[in-house]
């Protein structure tokens, strides 16, 4: 009888109600997966490249007097994900031109146009100004996640609705070897083809970091990097300060610390100090011993100065560093420097951008082609723009076409002069 009742009460507490506790945690992924579905958007970049003939051709037809035949255009489309952060305003994890044409795709079908507002050349971000009503906001986090820390994103899917994915943060503060990216997340979650600028959210649906790259699936690892918070952030407020004046463009500048730094793998000491400079006015001096950067102990000078090549104008990096009267944590806002060229951020070495590029076949039919090396052909044709005339050229680009056509010219030029010369020897010779 009392084993019995025994199991009657097990299988009674195992079929009772979760507390309440349990239920709103069980419950916050759900409001963030729909808060994220009512932010995402498809963004879709038109490419218009015009076809070029061999140099060979168009000499030999302008020689003959043959009307040249002007090749049709032909648009790259490449599809990716973005999210609204403020309102009519979106961020996407990919560079866009200032003559490209963008559309976005809410789920369901509305399209909206979208300009560009500025370009991060170090972070890889866009910010795109838009039309769309319907988008709700994503609040930034204002601080950054934790190991740990369980994190959802949700990419894009054309009209359908975005599709999200549960995770953790595996490791934060991730510099990748050969690739002068910002520091990043590296999450443990599930992507998609159009996973590239998809947001890093946390249970209250506030953005932690947005997609950048995954591992190559060569590498059977499966781990997915994101772009912190804070450089959305940078791109939000240097729009804000523009305060509409052109497309606002971020280089890559070289962070200057204001220090020299000597020593050996005993010890790395401050040699020189720049007057007024970060490292100055932070408090370091001359003669101090560095310990440790951002919590990492070191033993060489190299050790001390790797970090710093990761981070932009503005970012901090803490010194730990010793002195007579003990050990003190110094925090240095690193000044500005020389601009530095843009990186190619679809050539990250062991790393891919998952998203589509979108053309068409000889024969007419569309096909999809992602960074993974996968290409499958499209049942249906895409989603058709509604002005479908090409945009006029601008200045820079009218300027590279007389370049080019006065390049064609003194080609034809020089090939008559070797003409007029060799006949002229042919005379000589009779």
Not at 408 to 429: F, G, M, N, P, T
Request: with cysteine; hydrophobic share 40%; glycine share 8%.
């Amino acid at each position: 009888m009392t084993r019995t009742f025994l199991i009657f009460a097990l299988l009674l507490a195992a079929s009772a109600p979760l507390p309440l506790c349990a239920q709103q945690a069980t419950g916050d992924w759900k409001g963030a997966a729909a808060k994220l579905q009512q932010s995402v958007v498809t963004v879709r970049i038109r490419r218009m490249e015009a076809a070029k003939p061999a140099a060979e051709e168009k000499a030999a037809d302008e020689l003959s007097g043959k009307e040249e035949t002007k090749p049709a255009p032909q648009a790259s489309v490449m599809v990716c994900t973005g999210f609204c952060v403020s309102p009519n305003k979106v961020v996407t994890a990919t560079l866009v031109a200032s003559d490209d044409r963008v559309r976005l795709t809410l789920a369901g079908g509305v399209q909206s146009d979208a300009k560009l507002l500025a370009v991060d050349e170090y972070s890889g971000l866009s910010l795109l100004g838009c039309e769309g009503k319907e988008l709700t906001p994503l609040k930034l986090a204002a601080d950054a996640p934790d190991v740990g820390e369980q994190v959802m994103t949700g990419a894009a899917w054309g009209v359908d609705r975005p599709i999200v994915s549960v995770g953790i943060v595996g490791a934060v503060e991730r510099t990748l070897t050969g690739l002068l990216l910002p520091p990043l997340l590296q999450c443990d979650l599930r992507t998609v083809e159009t996973s590239s600028g998809s947001p890093l959210a946390n249970r209250a649906a506030e953005v932690l970091g947005i997609i950048l790259a995954i591992d190559e699936p060569v590498a059977q690892r499966g781990w997915t990097y994101a772009v912190p918070a804070s450089h959305i952030s940078r791109l939000v407020r240097s729009v804000e300060a523009a305060n509409g004046n052109g497309v606002v463009v971020l280089k890559r500048r070289r962070p200057v610390v204001g220090m020299v730094l000597d020593g050996n793998e005993e010890m790395v000491l401050v040699q020189r100090i720049t007057a007024g400079g970060p490292a100055d006015k932070a408090g370091l001096k001359v003669g101090d011993r560095i310990v440790a950067v951002n919590g990492v102990l070191i033993r060489s000078t190299y050790q001390a100065v790797l970090p710093t090549m990761y981070k932009q104008p503005g970012d901090t990096i803490r010194y730990r560093v010793e002195r007579d009267a003990g050990e003190i944590e110094l925090t240095i806002t690193l000044g500005g420097g020389v601009e530095l060229p843009q990186l190619p951020h679809n050539q990250l070495g062991q790393l891919i951008l998952p998203r589509v590029e979108v053309g068409r076949s000889a024969d007419g039919n569309y096909f999809a082609q992602s960074s993974r090396g996968h290409v499958r052909e499209l049942a249906v044709p895409l989603p058709a723009d509604k002005d479908k005339e090409p945009l006029p050229p601008t200045a820079e680009q009218k300027i590279d076409l007389l370049i080019k056509s006065l390049e064609r010219y003194q080609a034809v030029i020089d090939h008559q002069q070797r003409e007029i010369k060799s006949l002229r020897e042919e005379l000589k010779k009779k």
